[in-house]
């Protein structure tokens, strides 16, 4: 008996120093981490990095450099050919391992877009760069106190009904992370188990037995987050974080902070010009005031049609998607609010630009920013400054036309209409040949066959669209005081989940100064052409554009999102597959209808900003015809390329000129802002006087 007890004892000892020895190796033996890089295509932006660990102990975590791959992935997607990357893998003992990565760039496009980024990158370090943040103002990490718990697996797009089963925790407990707190049951009766993710006191949002979320419920659908449960209240506040554990942070870019104080500068210093003055620009638009005999080409209508159509395109469909999906309902409220002041920084830039420009004898037309930051600044012996700014801004007028104005228009066109008519995938050189045929018919016309074309297509396209979201608002109309109360609370008290209050705030005011073009001074551009005596009416005909394109179009945007559920949506989902399902989801053909609603969009931007870049081109390189006639053959062929290729940085690049633009230009609107507001006062004094001409043709009309 001894000695089997010994026998087992000797046994027992062995085998404890054999796995004793063995856990010491595996836990001794370094990381070793391999690559598998893959690009699946020769499209851009599609990169893959896969990780293989041997050695440490597991679980391992994975930090990627890519925020939005998460720290338990061991692969990260949609990485840019040809840039560098970097993954920190991590065991559980703490030992840790670092790898600096490529994807190889192997097609022209893919090559080209590495190329660019780092130039996409010094533009956008600048145009939005947080100086408050900088200066230490205000910490720019977002922090929660409370963490709301949603219905495991919820859609917003899903058809399914959630009600709570059974709670398994009393209310006010304390919790832990990775609780069971709460039975949950679908449609079909399944059970579906709810634990916490966090740590700290519940407290329910939702009663036993009781429906948590009804998709045939409109009050549920245009609630914001009313598929949450429960409510886990911090003992104190909790940074959030990207799925990558960077921190997560709240920007204010100096672009947004620069348009904004623009625009609520020029609506003080112009009296609140845009509520004083909308009925005189209504006035105007009807033609009222129009004089056959003044010098110009187009009538105060057809600057604002050509304005306007620049302006309203993809922008408020894809755009205004992007931002409630990012920001909620309540970024709805800060864009119109945005709207709304614009409409001041707007009067000023195309007034100015009306009465800088310069008439040959042959009637073609020099206006635009360029004059009057040349002109105006050098009445006040600043011309140096003035030849300085006029010719950056005719630089980046003439790279924001050939991209944000041409080249994104006619790729998102293609994409968008290739959707909805399958045969043309692959083809997109033959459609950006054919898109390239229709605009050159336009353009090759001079400003008074654009402002034809745009006086005829901006009513049609901006009917197509109203008409179709009046439909998704009648259709829920009497839960119209949801959708507003949606808005203001969103606005208000956003939930941290979207970025926290400033979040909501700097998405709405983004999306309403990217979208109005107010401060850009392109629209002065087109405005200089206008038949008129008197340049201040042509600052009054341009506060209708800020109105239609961000406080109507924009807004009755966010409306059908809000009404059809799909503020809800993360950001992941493209913005123009946001607002096609949003319609799709009420009247299941729109979205062919949308598709060419968003062609004639991207046509009537494309044919704008061919004037708008020309004028600026010839600024550069002469004024001659043939000057003129080499630029719109060079616009054309960007079209063609716009459609047929994917340039992704050669297009972010572009389209961030246009903001870029607003530097030299607001500059010289501060600079000039008394002359403004000077002949603005003269011009009422006439307006109430009775001295202004008034075309017979509607001397009779009762306004």
């Known amino acids: 008996m001894m000695k089997n007890s010994w026998l087992l004892t000797s046994l027992f000892l062995i085998i404890t120093l054999i796995t004793s020895a063995q856990s010491n190796v595996n836990e001794s033996s370094d990381l070793e981490v391999s690559l598998e890089l893959i690009n699946p295509s020769k499209e851009i932006n599609d990169g893959v990095a896969r990780i293989d660990v041997k050695g440490g102990v597991a679980p391992y975590q994975y930090k990627w450099s890519k925020q939005s791959s998460a720290l338990d992935s061991y692969e990260s997607k949609g990485l840019t050919e040809g840039l560098t990357y970097s993954v920190q893998v991590t065991d559980s ?24 980024q780092p130039a996409v990158d010094f533009l956008g370090g600048i145009l939005f760069w947080d100086p408050f943040a900088a200066t230490g103002i205000y910490d720019p990490v977002v922090y929660t106190n409370e963490k709301e718990i949603p ?49 700290g006191t519940i407290n329910f949002l939702a009663k036993e037995g009781a429906e948590i979320f009804d998709p045939n419920d409109k009050d549920d659908v245009i609630e914001q987050n009313a598929h949450m449960l429960a409510k886990i209240t911090f003992n104190d506040p909790q940074p959030l974080h990207h799925p990558n554990g960077d921190l997560r942070t709240n920007s204010i870019p100096f672009i947004v902070i620069w348009l904004i104080l623009g625009s609520i500068f020029f609506t003080f210093r112009l009296g609140f010009v845009n509520i004083t003055g909308f ?75 009306v009465k800088y420009r310069d008439i040959h004898e042959d009637g073609r037309i020099f206006g635009g920013p360029m004059n009057y930051l040349r002109d105006g600044l050098e009445k006040r012996n600043m011309k140096g400054l ?34 909805q008519l399958p045969f043309l995938e692959g083809y997109g050189f033959l459609f950006g040949v054919g898109f390239a045929v229709l605009v050159g018919a336009v353009i090759l016309g001079g400003i008074n066959s654009i402002a034809r074309v745009t006086g005829k297509v901006v009513p049609v396209m901006a009917i197509i669209y109203i008409l179709g979201c009046a439909v998704v608002i009648g259709t829920n109309i009497e839960n119209i005081g949801a959708a507003f109360s ?9 939930s941290a989940l979207k970025g926290g209050f400033i979040g909501v705030l700097i998405i709405g005011l983004q999306r309403a100064a990217f979208s109005s073009e107010a401060g850009v001074g392109s629209a002065a551009i087109a405005h200089s052409a206008t038949k008129t005596n008197n340049p201040i009416a042509d600052g009054f005909t341009s506060l209708v554009e800020p109105f239609i394109d961000t406080m109507v179009v924009c807004t009755m945007t966010a409306l059908v999102l809000i009404f059809t559920g799909m503020h809800e949506v993360g950001g992941g989902m493209k913005g123009v597959e946001l607002t096609s ?113 008034i075309n017979p043709k509607y001397e009779k009309t009762s306004d």
């Open 93 to 116: 003992k703490g030992r840790t391992s670092v790898k600096d990565f490529k994807i190889p760039a192997e097609a022209i496009t893919e090559i080209v877009n590495s190329k660019v």
């Open 151 to 199: 219905v495991p697996g919820w859609n917003a797009t899903a058809n399914t009904t959630y009600v709570l089963k059974s709670w398994l925790v009393e209310e006010g407990a304390k919790v832990s992370e990775g609780d069971k707190i709460a039975i949950v049951t679908g449609n079909s009766g399944e059970e579906i188990d709810v634990f916490s993710d966090v740590a």
């Open 279 to 353: 009925r005189h620009s209504i006035q105007l638009a009807r033609g009222k005031f129009d004089d056959p005999d003044a010098p110009g080409r187009i009538t105060h209508f057809q600057a604002m049609a050509t304005a306007v159509s620049a302006t309203v395109g993809l922008g408020n469909i894809a755009g205004v998607a992007v931002a409630i999906s990012l920001g909620g309902a309540g970024a709805t409220f800060w864009m119109f609010c945005a709207g709304f002041f614009a409409m001041s920084l707007k009067f000023t830039e195309c007034t100015l630009g």
């Open 386 to 419: 003035g030849k300085f700014l006029a010719v950056l801004f005719a630089v980046l007028g003439v790279g924001a036309s050939f991209g944000g104005g041409n080249m994104i228009q006619s790729n998102q066109a293609y994409k968008i209409v290739s959707e």
């Open 486 to 494: 949606a808005i203001y609370n969103g606005a208000f008290s956003a």
């Open 581 to 693: 399902d949003a319609f799709g989801s009420v009247i299941s053909w729109f979205p062919t209808v949308l598709a060419v609603a968003v062609f004639l969009f991207a046509f009537s931007t494309m044919v704008s900003w061919s004037y708008y870049g020309m004028r600026s081109w010839t600024y550069l390189f002469g004024q001659s015809k043939r000057s003129e006639v080499i630029y719109k053959v060079l616009f054309l062929v960007f079209v063609v390329l716009g459609a047929s290729a994917s340039l992704g940085a050669v297009l972010s690049f572009s389209d961030m000129m246009i903001l870029a633009m607003s530097f030299p230009n607001i500059i010289g609107l501060y600079i000039m802002s008394s002359e403004v507001r000077k002949d603005m006062e003269i011009y009422l004094r006439k307006l109430k006087n009775g001295e202004l001409y």
